[in-house]
């Protein structure tokens, strides 16, 4: 397959979906007040699982069928539009903006699935048509569970709502056979998915920068920039060294990992967030949110290194889940913001160490 570069439309419309991500964490700090119950958390996941449902099927979409024709650029600024209309029905209040955004997501499912139509229409030549069904099928099918939800009255049509966002989301998986007849371009959407990772930590970097005085630098800032530095230069080293080059694959292990490693990433930043405006770390919840968050964060990136890459030996292995062990045994004793996030930076390091000296010896010294 021929090397497929990631538009400027794309990048355009990913900086809106990390900015909206933000805002789901803003929603969810509101609905908190110092404490983080497993129903705000299961909240928090719809409104990410809408917007991974929703940025999954486009990027796919546009993966196989993006060719720069003028109808795809006018989908893209038509969806890009939809769901700045979206973000402003995320509310701490959900039944109060429950309706307008049922309904946009929606629109969206159905104008993805209308993209999909058109796309295989006038591309009939290069796909069958059972690679696009199982989209628009289940597109259709969470619009119309979507559509039934408002019909509910209480609580219940939350819960509805998430039974149709849920099969949009995982739908594709389930369709393997289809997808490995048309492969997707691994190294567009590897890069893809890189960027966004690369602008949650931009979004996260901003957060810490904006709270920073310039006559009193408090250390905790300094930490947490060394912090999500280290984490980057991880996200960096794992990618750098991905195998790209290897035809036929889905790419559903990797784009579902990301969508995971983005989830926790966002959930550390939520933690970080309430600690740094509120001081509500030393809540037990909070505390153990960020270490689940953070060992997640590890094993996710660990794992897609070890499908898509030969660094990780038997023995690597081994020694990167005794680090990640130590990791959580220290980090669960100490009460400490500050030095949990210590622990954190000299975990992130030994696994560098562990798994890239000889490739940081040979390139970069």
């Not at 989908?75 to 209040?93: K, P, Q, T």
């Not at 690597?316 to 622990?343: G, T």
Request: charged share 15%; net charge positive; proline share 1%.
């Amino acid at each position: 397959m021929n090397k497929k570069e990631v538009s400027m439309s794309e990048l355009f419309f990913d900086l809106i979906f990390v900015s909206i991500l933000s805002q789901v964490n803003q929603a969810t700090e509101h609905m908190t007040d110092g404490i983080l119950s497993t129903e705000n958390l299961l909240k928090n996941f719809m409104l990410f699982l809408i917007f991974v449902a929703i940025w999954v099927y486009r990027t796919l979409l546009v993966n196989r069928f993006f060719n720069k024709k003028w109808y795809q650029y006018a989908f893209v600024f038509i969806d890009m539009f939809l769901i700045i209309l979206l973000s402003r029905a995320i509310n701490s209040e959900f039944q109060s903006t429950f309706t307008p955004g049922v309904l946009i997501t929606t629109l969206l499912f159905l104008s993805i699935a209308t993209q999909y139509i058109l796309n295989y229409i006038l591309n009939k030549e290069r796909f069958d048509i059972r690679l696009i069904l199982p989209y628009v099928l289940s597109l259709i099918l969470a619009s119309l569970i979507s559509i039934f939800s408002l019909f509910i009255n209480g609580n219940s049509n939350v819960l509805v709502f998430l039974i149709a966002v849920t099969i949009a989301s995982i739908v594709p998986l389930f369709f393997q056979k289809q997808a490995k007849k048309h492969p997707v371009y691994f190294d567009h959407l590897s890069e893809r998915l890189s960027l966004f990772v690369i602008l949650m930590f931009g979004e996260g970097l901003i957060f810490i920068a904006s709270d920073i005085s310039v006559f009193s630098l408090n250390p905790v800032y300094i930490i947490m920039f060394m912090l999500l530095v280290s984490l980057f230069i991880l996200y960096t080293l794992h990618y750098k060294y991905t195998e790209k080059a290897k035809a036929k694959r889905t790419g559903f292990f990797t784009l579902y990992i990301h969508l995971f490693i983005l989830y926790f990433i966002d959930i550390m930043f939520l933690v970080i967030n309430e600690e740094m405006q509120h001081d509500h770390f030393s809540s037990f919840n909070y505390h153990y949110l960020y270490i689940t968050a953070f060992t997640m964060y590890l094993i996710l990136l660990l794992a897609n290194t070890k499908h898509y890459s030969s660094i990780l030996s038997s023995s690597k292995v081994k020694m990167n889940i005794i680090v990640i062990v130590i990791c959580v045994v220290l980090s669960s004793i100490l009460n400490s913001f500050i030095s949990i996030n210590i622990v954190f930076i000299l975990t992130i390091l030994t696994i560098i160490f562990i798994n890239y000296k000889n490739k940081i010896k040979k390139e970069f010294i």
